[in-house]
């Protein structure tokens, strides 16, 4: 099925069956050590939602200031009704608006 770079538009067709996806990812598996997708949350579409079962597991990105609680909750919600495994959650963009040396006493 394979044999070189897979383009996008393959493992992101609404068309690729969930049999013929597992079989994907597992001759990515065999070609690759680790494969990372990135994918947006926002307007969670189906094709996504095929995605989060079929990886090991998903690793939910949340920026500082931006992603609300209610957000992150729902996207952890999405992914493990679609049978997918939450790794956990990677915090980005973190400001840090007090001086250094009240951080290092906390």
Not at 45 to 63: E, F, H, K, Y
Request: charged share 20%.
């Amino acid at each position: 099925m394979l044999g070189g770079p897979v383009p996008a538009r393959i493992v992101l067709s609404v068309r690729l069956s969930l049999v013929e996806g597992r079989q994907m990812m597992e001759e990515l598996q065999d070609l690759f050590d680790a494969i990372v997708i990135c994918s947006t949350a926002q307007g969670v579409s189906p094709v996504i939602q095929r995605l989060n079962m079929l990886v090991d597991a998903n690793v939910l990105m949340i920026r500082a200031e931006h992603t609300r609680k209610p957000a992150a909750l729902r996207l952890r919600s999405i992914v493990m009704e679609n049978g997918g495994f939450v790794l956990g959650f990677i915090f980005m963009g973190r400001r840090y608006y007090l001086p250094e040396w009240l951080y290092r006493r906390a």
